[in-house]
Protein backbone atom coordinates (compact mmCIF):
# COMPACT_ATOMS: atom_id res chain seq x y z
CA UNK A 1 0.00 0.00 0.00
CA UNK A 2 1.37 3.23 -1.10
CA UNK A 3 2.02 6.08 1.95
CA UNK A 4 2.62 9.47 1.04
CA UNK A 5 4.03 11.77 3.73
CA UNK A 6 3.87 15.75 3.17
CA UNK A 7 5.83 18.07 5.42
CA UNK A 8 7.83 21.53 5.43
CA UNK A 9 4.75 23.47 5.84
CA UNK A 10 4.72 26.10 8.20
CA UNK A 11 3.66 29.72 8.46
CA UNK A 12 5.67 32.27 6.83
CA UNK A 13 5.11 36.04 5.26
CA UNK A 14 4.28 37.00 1.72
CA UNK A 15 7.14 37.23 -0.48
CA UNK A 16 9.39 34.01 1.65
CA UNK A 17 10.15 31.34 0.11
CA UNK A 18 8.99 27.68 0.97
CA UNK A 19 10.12 23.68 0.35
CA UNK A 20 7.29 21.04 0.57
CA UNK A 21 8.36 17.47 0.81
CA UNK A 22 6.54 14.46 0.04
CA UNK A 23 7.91 11.37 0.64
CA UNK A 24 6.46 8.14 -0.70
CA UNK A 25 6.77 4.46 0.58
CA UNK A 26 4.92 0.72 0.35
CA UNK A 27 6.07 0.53 -3.40
CA UNK A 28 8.41 1.44 -6.19
CA UNK A 29 8.68 5.03 -6.55
CA UNK A 30 10.01 5.54 -9.78
CA UNK A 31 6.52 3.44 -10.85
CA UNK A 32 4.60 6.53 -10.02
CA UNK A 33 3.79 9.86 -11.75
CA UNK A 34 3.24 12.94 -8.73
CA UNK A 35 1.56 15.78 -7.97
CA UNK A 36 0.78 18.52 -5.56
CA UNK A 37 -2.56 20.08 -5.01
CA UNK A 38 -3.64 22.32 -2.17
CA UNK A 39 -7.09 23.55 -0.82
CA UNK A 40 -7.53 26.47 0.75
CA UNK A 41 -10.44 27.00 3.11
CA UNK A 42 -14.01 26.93 1.61
CA UNK A 43 -12.62 26.16 -2.10
CA UNK A 44 -12.12 23.13 -4.39
CA UNK A 45 -8.92 21.24 -4.15
CA UNK A 46 -6.87 22.57 -6.63
CA UNK A 47 -4.07 21.41 -9.06
CA UNK A 48 -0.84 22.97 -8.90
CA UNK A 49 1.95 20.49 -10.25
CA UNK A 50 2.81 17.22 -11.58
CA UNK A 51 5.65 15.70 -12.61
CA UNK A 52 6.77 12.32 -14.50
CA UNK A 53 7.59 9.30 -13.20
CA UNK A 54 11.42 9.73 -14.56
CA UNK A 55 10.77 13.67 -13.80
CA UNK A 56 11.34 14.50 -17.38
CA UNK A 57 7.93 16.04 -18.00
CA UNK A 58 6.42 18.93 -15.48
CA UNK A 59 2.89 20.61 -15.84
CA UNK A 60 2.21 23.45 -13.59
CA UNK A 61 -0.94 25.20 -13.37
CA UNK A 62 -1.35 28.95 -14.23
CA UNK A 63 -1.12 29.83 -10.70
CA UNK A 64 1.84 28.24 -9.67
CA UNK A 65 4.07 29.34 -13.08
CA UNK A 66 6.67 31.26 -12.32
CA UNK A 67 6.54 31.14 -8.38
CA UNK A 68 6.76 27.24 -8.05
CA UNK A 69 8.91 24.11 -9.51
CA UNK A 70 8.08 20.69 -9.03
CA UNK A 71 11.02 17.94 -8.87
CA UNK A 72 11.30 14.40 -7.37
CA UNK A 73 14.39 12.55 -6.58
CA UNK A 74 14.11 8.88 -7.28
CA UNK A 75 16.69 7.72 -5.03
CA UNK A 76 15.38 9.05 -2.08
CA UNK A 77 11.66 8.21 -2.62
CA UNK A 78 10.63 12.17 -2.56
CA UNK A 79 8.46 14.72 -4.71
CA UNK A 80 9.43 18.33 -3.88
CA UNK A 81 7.24 21.59 -3.98
CA UNK A 82 9.41 24.48 -4.11
CA UNK A 83 7.57 27.75 -3.83
CA UNK A 84 9.36 31.74 -3.99
CA UNK A 85 7.42 34.65 -3.86
CA UNK A 86 4.20 33.57 -1.90
CA UNK A 87 1.01 35.13 -1.46
CA UNK A 88 -1.64 35.25 0.71
CA UNK A 89 -3.61 33.46 -1.17
CA UNK A 90 -1.90 30.85 -1.56
CA UNK A 91 -2.69 29.43 2.09
CA UNK A 92 -4.11 26.85 1.94
CA UNK A 93 -3.30 22.85 2.80
CA UNK A 94 -0.83 21.49 0.71
CA UNK A 95 -1.27 17.54 -0.49
CA UNK A 96 0.45 15.28 -2.91
CA UNK A 97 -0.98 12.62 -4.69
CA UNK A 98 0.32 9.58 -7.05
CA UNK A 99 -0.72 7.80 -9.47
CA UNK A 100 0.83 5.25 -12.10
CA UNK A 101 -1.05 7.55 -14.79
CA UNK A 102 0.15 10.56 -15.48
CA UNK A 103 -3.06 12.24 -16.53
CA UNK A 104 -5.18 10.42 -13.56
CA UNK A 105 -2.88 12.37 -10.93
CA UNK A 106 -5.27 13.63 -8.65
CA UNK A 107 -8.58 11.61 -9.05
CA UNK A 108 -10.00 10.14 -6.41
CA UNK A 109 -8.13 6.70 -7.53
CA UNK A 110 -5.00 8.34 -6.82
CA UNK A 111 -2.95 7.79 -3.68
CA UNK A 112 -3.33 10.48 -1.41
CA UNK A 113 -1.35 12.41 1.49
CA UNK A 114 -2.83 13.99 4.78
CA UNK A 115 -1.42 17.55 3.51
CA UNK A 116 0.94 20.16 4.90
CA UNK A 117 -0.66 23.53 6.47
CA UNK A 118 1.17 26.52 4.50
CA UNK A 119 0.07 29.88 5.83
CA UNK A 120 1.04 32.83 4.07
CA UNK A 121 0.60 36.48 6.35
CA UNK A 122 0.70 39.26 4.71
Known amino acids: QVQLVESGGGLVQAGDSLRLSCTFS????????MGWFRQAPGKEREFIAA????????NLADSAKGRFTISRDNAKNTVYLQMSRLRPEDTAVYYC???????????????WGQGTQVTVSS
Open 26 to 33: GRTFSYYH
Open 51 to 58: ISRGGDIT
Open 97 to 111: AADRTFTAVGTSLSY
